[in-house]
């Protein structure tokens, strides 16, 4: 069975501090596809990243970084310097080859405070 | 390219009653997405489109849940005889073909509440 689990349901920093959000997947495929997704106040789901799961390379875009290592299943979003407009309820996500079908952890709300 | 549309964006219905949603994906992707958000919790899969065939669904789907896309652009999901277990945010996304096919784009999903 496929899995994602986000374990911190909220997260609160003040602005300009380094913030990792956590993902732990779950799957018995050797090829499957790794998502994070920003979901802000207004409610719209914002696509952010996809990973491979046969390229381990960790990516770095402007104040995001993102940390995949298959050996402990794990897809950890972190936001440098954080801003307010960082606030927002995010997302990580799996699916595995042969299926069109993507599975969401229960998000973590992440309030940057001024 | 205005992004995906849901109409409408709230219904208010009483239960068993039919509700039909709408769905406007971006004009030239061939790939459709539903999904069922209820508060604190990602969004649940419900089904899939290619272009015009609906290639997978949710086993958690029952039978009162059904969607269309029959000209493989616009999309359309019925429930019928509403149950208050049905009041959720419902979300269509959408992708492209080629290497970007994973990138979905959601729309602002319709709102469901059942009486």
């Known amino acids: 069975a496929q899995k994602v689990t986000q374990a911190q349901t909220e997260i609160s920093v003040v602005e300009k501090e380094d913030v990792t959000l956590d993902c732990v997947y779950e799957?018995?495929?050797?090829?499957?596809?790794l998502f994070w997704y920003k979901q802000p106040p207004s409610g719209e789901l914002v696509f952010l990243i996809r990973?491979?799961?046969?390229?381990?390379q960790n990516e770095i875009s402007g104040r995001y970084s993102w940390n995949f290592q298959k050996s402990t299943s794990s897809f950890n979003f972190t936001i440098t310097a954080s801003q307010v407009v960082d606030s927002a309820v995010y997302f990580c996500?799996?699916?595995?080859?042969?299926?069109?079908?993507?599975?969401f952890g229960t998000g973590t709300r992440l309030k940057v405070l001024a | 390219d205005t992004g995906v549309s849901q109409n409408p964006r709230h219904k208010i219905t009483k239960r068993g009653q039919n509700v039909t949603f709408r769905c406007d994906p971006i004009?030239?992707?061939?790939?459709l997405y539903w999904y069922r958000q209820t508060l604190g919790q990602g969004p649940e899969f419900l089904t899939y489109?290619?272009?015009?065939?609906?290639?997978?669904k949710s086993r958690l789907l029952s039978d009162r849940f059904s969607a269309e896309r029959p000209k493989g652009s616009f999309s359309t999901l019925e429930i019928q005889r509403t149950e208050q277990g049905d009041s959720a945010m419902y979300l269509c996304?959408?992708?492209?073909?080629?290497?970007?096919?994973?990138?979905?784009?959601f729309g602002p999903g319709t709102r469901l509440t059942v009486l």
């Open positions: 004009s030239e992707h061939n790939r």
């Open positions: 996500a799996l699916r595995t080859s042969g299926t069109y079908k993507y599975i």
């Open positions: 990973r491979n799961s046969f390229d381990e």
């Open positions: 799957t018995r495929d050797t090829t499957y596809y």
């Open positions: 996304a959408s992708s492209s073909q080629g290497v970007r096919y994973n990138e979905q784009f």
């Open positions: 489109f290619q272009n015009e065939a609906q290639l997978e």
